[in-house]
C-alpha cells in the first residue's frame, strides 16, 4: 500500500491567515493526489483533484500544488469557515489511501 | 447533482456479519464514469478505504480487509451494498457511501452523510 503522510497533525491560526498543508505520499503517484476537508459530524467534501484542481465551487483561496511525492494544499486567507480537518488522499494504485489528516484550529 | 444514503443496523453483535446499503439518487449506478465506494471512520480517527464496486460487478478491496468484505450492486434498484463478516469491536467506526469519479483521476465527489455502526454485545 501507499502510504500517505501530512504535516502538521494538527495547527493553529487565526482568520486572515495564510495556511500551508503538506503531503507526502511513499511512492510516486503522478498528480493522482486529492485533498478533502471533514467538518466535525460531517462527511468529508472535496476541495482539488488531481493535485491542483479545485472542485466545482470550492473558493478560489484553497490550492493545490505538487506532483509525485510531494503535495501542499495552500489556504490564503484563512476564514472563519475553514476551520476543520484536511485530508489527502491518492487514487494512483488502490488500495486508496488516506493521510492522517491536519487538524486547524483557531 | 447525486444523493447517495447509507441504510443499516446501526448495532451488530461481535461475530456477526455488518451489512450496509447505499441509495443513489439523481443518477444512474451505471454511470460509467463511477465506481462506487465505501469508507470508514473510526471514532475520533481518520479515513479508511474498504472497496469500490463498477456497475458491472468489478471490485477493489482493501487488502486488510479483503478475507471479510463484499460489496455487491443492484442496478435495478441504484444501489449498492456492503457486507462484513465476522465483526470485532474494531470494526466500529461511521461507515460512508461514496461515488468515486474519474475525471484527470478517480476522487470522491459525493458522499453520504455516514452511519455510525457500533459492535457491541
Known amino acids: 500500500d501507499i502510504q500517505m503522510t501530512q504535516s502538521p497533525s494538527s495547527l493553529s491560526a487565526s482568520v486572515g491567515d495564510r495556511v500551508t498543508i503538506s503531503c507526502r505520499a511513499s511512492?510516486?503517484?503522478?498528480?493522482?493526489l486529492n485533498w478533502y476537508q471533514q467538518k466535525p459530524g460531517k462527511a468529508p467534501k472535496v476541495l482539488l483533484y488531481g493535485a491542483s484542481n479545485l472542485q466545482r465551487g470550492v473558493p478560489s483561496r484553497f490550492s493545490g500544488s505538487g506532483s509525485e511525492t510531494d503535495f501542499t494544499l495552500t489556504i490564503t486567507s484563512l476564514q472563519p469557515e475553514d476551520f476543520a480537518t484536511y485530508y489527502c488522499?491518492?487514487?494512483?494504485?488502490?488500495?486508496?489511501?488516506f493521510g492522517q489528516g491536519t487538524r486547524v484550529e483557531i | 447533482q447525486l444523493r447517495l444514503q447509507e441504510s443499516g443496523p446501526g448495532l451488530v453483535k461481535p461475530s456477526e456479519t455488518l451489512s450496509l446499503t447505499c441509495a443513489v439518487s439523481?443518477?444512474?449506478?451505471?454511470?460509467?464514469?463511477?465506481?462506487w465506494g465505501w469508507i470508514r471512520q473510526p471514532p475520533g480517527k481518520g479515513l479508511e478505504y474498504i472497496g469500490s464496486i463498477f456497475y458491472d460487478g468489478g471490485t477493489f478491496y482493501n487488502p486488510s480487509l479483503k478475507t471479510r468484505v463484499t460489496l455487491s450492486v443492484d442496478t435495478s434498484k441504484n444501489q449498492f451494498s456492503l457486507r462484513l463478516t465476522s465483526v470485532t469491536a474494531a470494526d466500529t467506526a461511521v461507515y460512508y457511501c461514496a461515488s468515486d469519479y474519474n475525471s484527470v483521476n478517480y476522487y470522491y465527489d459525493y458522499w453520504g452523510q455516514g452511519t455510525l455502526v457500533t459492535v457491541s454485545s
Open positions: 439523481g443518477g444512474s449506478i451505471t454511470n460509467s464514469h463511477y465506481y
Open positions: 488522499q491518492q487514487s494512483f494504485s488502490s488500495p486508496w489511501t
Open positions: 511512492q510516486r503517484i503522478s498528480i493522482y
